[in-house]
């Protein structure tokens, strides 16, 4: 089983800055990618951002695209990884609980069914 731990959130105003952090512990894996998606009130989960394990390639949704930056941390045992998400030029539309998810299975990191793990969340919001 995989634990995610998600910290980083709180209140800002827009055209700041914050940065998530998910750190993955538990079992070990060497092919384990992780996302973030967000959900406001009323809205459904969206994907944001995804880190590959295997290369490193990212994807972003276009709202976010050129604003956000995904990265990660991945020690060499792979007994512990950690992701970031740096998010710039924060818009109240931003304002969401920020869900950190891990995925072994095949498919898409775009889509949520794919993903096998998720944290708790961590509410950022966005003051104008």
């Known amino acids: 089983q995989v634990q995610l731990v998600e910290s980083g959130g709180g209140l800002v105003q827009a055209g700041g800055s914050l940065r998530l952090s998910c750190a993955a512990s538990?079992?070990?894996?060497?092919?384990?990618?992780m996302g973030w998606f967000r959900q406001a009130p009323g809205k459904e989960r969206e994907f944001v951002a995804a880190?590959?394990?295997?290369?490193?390639?990212?994807?972003?949704?276009?709202s976010v695209k050129g604003r956000f930056t995904i990265s990660r941390d991945n020690a060499k045992n792979n007994a512990k990884n950690v992701q970031y998400l740096q998010m710039n030029s924060l818009k109240p539309e931003d304002t969401a609980v920020y869900y950190c998810?891990?995925?072994?299975?095949?498919?898409?990191?775009?889509?949520?069914?794919?993903?096998?793990?998720w944290g708790q969340g961590t509410q950022v919001t966005v003051s104008s």
């Open positions: 998810a891990g995925k072994v299975s095949r498919g898409s990191v775009r889509y949520r069914p794919n993903y096998d793990y």
């Open positions: 880190i590959t394990w295997s290369d490193g390639t990212t994807y972003y949704a276009d």
């Open positions: 538990g079992r070990t894996f060497s092919n384990l990618s």
